[in-house]
């Protein structure tokens, strides 16, 4: 079965790390999407792709930073971790020709 | 600003009765409505969407209702179920953005056995 999976499920790291979250998507979709989960906001978009050589910032861009080599893969990299990104991170991908998005099981990352 | 809002964090209901999920919005833009659960340590699953040309949308115990005069979508579960217990998300897009998803806050649903 096609999937998405997002990989470390669980992370702790330093302030001023970098770090980079993997996200793989088996859907063969164009668009794919990382957004955040804080209490009391819901999911917010971080970044998000059309297609490969394609990325775009999002709502909550700043300290993160994406690329899309290949229509599989989308990595979010934290260029210097901060408290303030402490949160869970869900990977999204769609059809271009549908509006839902189907999610993996999310990256919790906590740093301290 | 919230462009999608859910003002009630939290809703019980009990087994069997209907389960009314409330989400307002504010940008006249929005042509798609979604709604997603979540259960604890899992991704958002989608359940079910509605297009701005419709009112109503059907899929088995879930139905969601559009009233675009008032920018208000709600979804109902009839009959509520244990299982139906989980976090659900209200998310808006439109066909200018990519299909990216704005989501509401979130209302935590318990269904009491």
């Not at chain 1, 096609?2 to 990989?7: F, K, L, V």
């Not at chain 1, 164009?30 to 917010?44: A, E, I, K, S, T």
Request: contains cysteine.
């Amino acid at each position: 079965d096609a999937e998405i999976t997002q990989s470390p499920r669980h992370k702790i790291t330093e302030t001023g790390r970098q770090v980079t979250l993997a996200c793989h998507q088996t859907w063969n979709h164009n668009n794919m999407f990382w957004y955040r989960q804080d209490l009391g906001h819901g999911l917010r978009l971080i970044h998000y792709s059309y297609g490969v050589h394609d990325t775009n910032k999002g709502e909550v861009s700043d300290g993160y930073s994406v690329s899309r080599s290949n229509t599989e893969d989308l990595p979010l990299t934290l260029e210097s971790a901060a408290s303030s990104q402490t949160s869970v991170y869900f990977c999204a991908s769609s059809e271009s020709t549908r509006v839902e998005a189907f999610f993996g099981q999310g990256t919790r990352l906590t740093v301290v | 600003d919230q462009q999608v809002k859910q003002n009630s964090p939290s809703l019980s209901v009990q087994e069997g009765r209907i389960s009314i999920l409330n989400c307002d919005y504010t940008n006249s833009m929005f042509d798609y409505f979604l709604w997603y659960k979540k259960y604890p340590a899992e991704g958002p699953t989608f359940l079910i969407s509605i297009s701005s040309i419709k009112d109503k949308n059907e899929d088995g115990r879930f139905t969601v209702f559009l009233n675009k005069s008032a920018k208000h979508l709600s979804l109902h579960i009839v009959p509520s179920q244990p299982g139906d217990s989980a976090v659900y998300f209200c998310a808006a897009t439109f066909s200018g953005s990519a299909r990216q998803l704005t989501f509401g806050s979130g209302t935590q649903l318990t269904v009491l056995p």
